[in-house]
């Protein structure tokens, strides 16, 4: 399983931009990068999935350089209930590997 | 879409009872599902993944007899927690796989919250 890495915490403001970038410098040619969120004692959230470039939905933006040794997940103009534990993870042959993750905490 | 539910969503037990949690993918068929551990203020840790109809794989480490896993239907996971101790006291989540074209998607349970006294 390829290994990620990400930073422990960060902190932001309410309205800011979030950027968390992961590293997964062992990535394979199949594997895709997907993002969690996970909430005190509830289970983890999808939030983006991509493989290449830029991926956006209505939560996020996921944007992956051309050598996929790392990712950014973007949360824009985050809110207090934006904060949680993020996950990045490579996915590969199904079986999830789940790292530390990143705390973001908001504030108002 | 892709709703995953578990029951329940806390249990307090005594030592040496035997504790049953469900997980059922609501709107999808899922062969396979996954067992996860996760103890406060840290990150999920695999169990073990569940295949409709055939054995359970575990992880390293973790005690096949201690902790049964059936997967009767497309729908439906359960672990049960046999002999639980103190020390099985953790928060237990499921998930089950979404499969379909170039990507596959894992959809998590809200968990179970288990005390054993």
């Known amino acids: 399983l390829a290994k990620t890495t990400q930073p422990i915490s960060m902190d932001s403001y309410e309205g800011q931009e979030v950027n968390i970038t992961c590293s997964h410098n062992n990535i394979a040619t199949n594997d895709y990068i997907t993002w969690y969120q996970q909430f005190p004692s509830q289970g983890p959230r999808f939030i983006i999935q991509?493989?290449?470039t830029k991926v956006t939905n209505e939560v996020a933006s996921l944007f992956i350089p051309a050598d996929r040794k790392s990712s950014t997940l973007s949360l824009p103009r985050v809110s207090l209930s934006d904060t949680a534990v993020y996950y990045c993870?490579?996915?590969?042959?199904?079986?999830?590997?789940f790292g530390a993750g990143t705390t973001v905490t908001v504030r108002a | 879409g892709a709703v995953v539910s578990q029951h329940p969503s806390r249990v307090i037990c005594k030592s040496g009872t035997s504790v049953k949690i469900e997980c059922r993918s609501l709107d999808f068929q899922a062969t396979t599902m996954f067992w996860y551990r996760q103890f406060p203020k840290q990150s999920l840790m695999l169990m073990a993944t569940s295949n409709e109809g055939s054995k359970a794989t575990y992880e390293q480490g973790v005690e096949k007899d201690k902790f049964l896993i059936n997967h009767a239907s497309l729908t439906l996971s359960t672990l049960t927690v046999t002999s639980a101790h103190p020390e099985d006291s953790s928060f237990y989540i499921c998930?089950?796989?979404?499969?379909?074209?170039?990507?596959?998607?894992?959809?998590f349970g809200p968990g179970t919250r288990l005390l054993v006294l």
């Open positions: 991509g493989y290449k």
């Open positions: 998930s089950a796989r979404l499969a379909g074209g170039l990507q596959e998607t894992q959809y």
């Open positions: 993870l490579v996915v590969n042959d199904y079986k999830l590997s």
